[in-house]
């Protein structure tokens, strides 16, 4: 928000320099970005007054001026031939400076001395806009009255500053000249001036003989109204007025357009005007527009409208779109003798997904869109009224034609000035408290401690924002900085949780593991890149409603994806091998559509490639749960996951309960993810992990009698997994079975087709006595005919 300082000061006496302005303001929370010099780079010009004017005796296309400069005359030629004595015009003189650098100094012209340079508009950064009746190839001729000696950035109002205001969301007040100059009286503890509103309505004719208005949809536009006015003159504004739009960022147009601009920086409230005699039936209708129905716009653009714009109509066509930008076929042009000056108030959502939906975000509906003062409509509608009878732009029609269906309600707060101190930390009085509520027009009632909210206030809802107005102008400065207190002071630690978390990080670190954080959002496209089928519960996702874009459109139920996307970002970049893990999180929505807030599953994620195989995944798991002291895990073929690889994947189970899975991913997915062919992955859920760890340890005493260990080797079908004899052992050995040890798998020349040889050491132990051979032998026998019935196994 640009705001010039001079207009400032029709509000507020500002008789501090500009940098203790901007402090004050930025401290008092309305930041300035910037300060402009509108003139910074123009030096030494100043107006002077031709005094004669004779041809150049050697070039018939030279002037040569003698000029007043005002503490002397000065000999200057020109090449214009718009010129003659008596006329003012800008002069850079001998050592100047102009826009762009441009330095200017005296020298000869065929023989002549030139001591300076007649400037034209385009030289001083200036165009028809700023000042339609100048020359646009000549010598800039200024009014005969401006003193001679003058400097030109007095006389063209170059010599104003500009303040760069960032205006956050929460404070559209704020986005008006009106608004910073009431933070400026504040900060400064100087008075506060409204401009004074006095309509004469010099036309008798009543408004409502020329138009009415009617608000169908009054969930989008809560008031609308209307002024008219008469005999209207299309032509510039005045000098004043285009000086103060353009420092404001603004291009003059035209007097009826200008106003509105003018009233909507002054005041806050976008405003629009339609040429009344091309409104059909002389009645405004405020709707939705219907599907496909098509307006151009004042940009000469057509636009394709649908029913969740709100449009502003005629009772055939719509006339502009709602709070956005205007229609052409209402259009304010030099034959316009009658227009309806249009004022109200438009759902800022709706405004903002329209501007959005047509791409055409505009002064106007960045302010609607933060939500606006209701209040304020009749204000601005008067004020620009007040301007066009002055600037004799038209005759206002006497009366208002005013739509308010949804009156708003004024909010009422509680105002507790010794809980305000609590809250802040401070013991300022409550005289002051409410003195500064008062300049910003809050309404404060003493007698029942209790605060009204000014309408243009939307930000403002409770006892805490009080405090925030306070805090801000008391100076946060000023707020002595103080310890936190509290009744009792407690030991910060960790939960059981968050210490087993830990535990599961350094023992990845410790398996030589890198950790690993990749975002939470993905694309739709990564599930079919991972085989999941249509009907998974994997694909029921969150979608986000303003996604970065469509890779980052939905909320992942599966980790898998951001793992291989990082495998494959390190194996393009010729890293030879990685071990990699994340403790992150997966979102599982309840229902679809979403209405509530997901489920939010913790998963421990591994992935390595390079030099790897199935074994090296599953030990650093095996080494994981050892450490978490997880017992009964069981690790089970999983030849059903179309992610992992159908003969090198197996499911995790800890006391009966699924609890992950690794593998090898499968080729396929492997290759459209480019990853390396062998590429293993493990998924473990941490909650589980957290609910079977058992962190206390066990002693036992050493053992006072000796073992027994027999060896066995044995013929199985190569289906036969290891995991199903070791449970057949386990469950026929009894209580004095103390371990057992796979030490051999063999095939070759001597093992028929289709089998493999499985080798054996089992260790026996009694824990009160010494077992003899027969008990150990009668445990052999019944654990070798387990294994013949279960598993068809035959001793070798």
């Known amino acids: 928000m640009k705001v010039p300082v001079n207009w400032l000061k029709d509000y507020v006496d500002i008789d501090v320099e500009v940098a203790e302005l901007v402090e004050a303001m930025t401290m008092s929370g309305s930041k300035v970005e910037g300060v402009e010099s509108l003139g910074q780079e123009i030096s030494r010009v100043v107006a002077g007054k031709i005094l004669q004017v004779e041809k150049h005796p050697n070039a018939d296309k030279l002037l040569v001026c003698q000029i007043d400069v005002g503490n002397e005359t000065i000999q200057v030629l020109t090449g214009a031939k718009n010129v003659k004595a008596g006329d003012v ?12 650098g441009k330095k200017i100094k005296k020298g000869k012209m065929r023989g002549l001395e030139s001591n300076g340079m007649m400037c034209s508009i385009g030289e001083l950064n200036l165009s028809k806009d700023d000042y339609p009746d100048a020359c646009e190839d000549g010598i800039f001729i200024l009014n005969s009255d401006i003193v001679p000696g003058t400097d030109i950035k007095d006389v063209l109002g170059l010599n104003e500053i500009v303040l760069d205001f960032e ?49 169908k949809d009054t969930d989008l536009c809560s008031r609308f109204a209307a002024r008219i006015i008469k005999d209207v003159k299309i032509e510039p ?18 007097n009826i357009v200008d106003i509105t601009n003018y009233v909507m920086l002054e005041l806050g409230q976008p405003m629009h005007a339609y040429d009344l005699d091309k409104i059909e039936g002389g009645k405004i209708i405020v709707r939705r527009a219907a599907d496909g129905e098509i307006l151009k716009t004042l940009d000469d653009q057509d636009r394709k409208l649908d029913s969740s714009m709100l449009v502003i109509a005629d009772t055939v066509k719509p006339l502009g779109v709602a709070g956005v930008m205007g229609g052409a076929n209402s259009e304010i042009t030099e034959n316009t ?31 609607f869109e933060k939500g606006l003062d209701v209040e304020n409509v009749i ?28 009156k708003a309600e004024k909010r009422s707060i509680k105002f507790r000035p010794e809980k305000i101190n609590e809250f802040l930390g401070t013991s300022i009085s409550k005289e002051y408290m409410i003195k500064i509520l008062r300049d910003l027009e809050f309404d404060v009632d003493e007698a029942n401690m209790t605060v009204t909210v000014p309408s243009f206030r939307l930000d403002v809802e409770r006892e805490d924002d009080l405090a925030e107005e306070i805090a801000r102008f008391y100076g946060y400065n000023n707020i002595e900085a103080t310890l936190l207190q509290g009744k009792s002071a407690t030991l910060g630690k960790k939960s059981y949780k968050q210490k087993l978390e830990d535990l599961i990080k350094d023992t990845m670190v410790s398996c030589g593991m890198y950790e690993i954080y990749t975002y939470s959002f ?10 999941i089928p249509e009907d998974s519960e994997l694909r029921r996702t969150v979608v986000i409603s303003n996604p970065l874009g469509e890779d980052y459109s939905i909320m992942r139920t599966t980790t898998i994806p951001s793992m291989l996307d990082v495998i494959s970002r390190n194996y393009n970049r010729r890293v030879d091998s990685a071990r990699l893990f994340e403790m ?10 979403v209405t509530k807030l997901p489920y939010e599953k913790e998963i421990l994620t591994l992935g390595m490639y390079g030099n790897a195989d199935f074994y090296d995944i599953k030990g650093v798991v095996e080494e994981l749960l050892d450490v978490l002291g997880i017992r009964r895990v069981n690790f089970q073929p999983d030849r059903d996951n179309p992610i992992f690889h159908p003969g090198r994947t197996a499911s995790i189970l800890v006391n009966g309960q699924k609890i992950g899975t690794i593998g090898q991913i499968h080729p396929d997915v492997a290759e459209k993810f480019e990853c390396p062919e062998e590429t293993y992955i493990g998924v473990l859920e941490v909650e589980a992990l957290v609910k079977n760890a058992d962190m206390e340890v066990e002693y036992k005493p050493l053992p006072k009698f000796p073992a027994v260990t027999r060896d066995i080797a044995m013929l199985v079908k190569d289906e036969v997994l290891v995991k199903e004899i070791e449970d057949v052992i386990s ?35 009694g824990q009160d006595r010494t077992l003899t051979d027969d008990e150990v032998n009668a445990k052999m026998q019944k654990i070798l005919d387990a294994l013949k019935d279960k598993l068809g196994a035959q001793l070798r």
């Open 731 to 765: 469950s026929n050995a009894g209580n004095i079975l103390e371990d057992m040890k796979l030490f051999d798998v063999y095939k070759g020349k001597q093992i028929p087709e289709g089998m493999k040889s499985v080798a054996y050491s089992i260790t026996f132990r």
């Open 584 to 593: 992150s999180y997966v979102y599982i929505p309840e229902d679809i559509p």
């Open 337 to 367: 003798k009658t227009i309806l000056l249009e004022c109200a108030n438009f759902d800022g959502i709706s405004v903002r997904l329209t501007a959005k939906k047509l791409g055409m975000r505009t002064e106007a509906s960045s302010r």
């Open 167 to 215: 205006i956050t969301s929460n404070r559209p007040d704020c986005l008006s000249v009106l608004g910073i100059a009431r933070e400026a009286a504040v900060a400064l503890q100087k008075p506060f001036r409204k401009p004074v509103i006095n309509v004469k309505e010099e036309n008798d004719d009543r408004a409502e003989k020329y138009a009415s208005v009617e608000i």
């Open 522 to 531: 993905t694309s739709p496209k990564v599930l079919d890149a991972l085989n």
């Open 89 to 100: 015009v800008p002069v850079a003189l001998d050592g100047s400076t102009l826009p762009g």
């Open 379 to 406: 204000t601005a509608i008067n004020r620009a009224s007040q301007l066009a009878e002055e600037m004799g732009a038209g005759k206002v029609c006497s009366g208002i034609i005013d739509c308010y269906p949804c």
């Open 237 to 254: 504004s005045p000098e004043w007025m285009r000086n103060r739009l353009k420092a404001a960022g603004i291009r003059p147009i035209n």
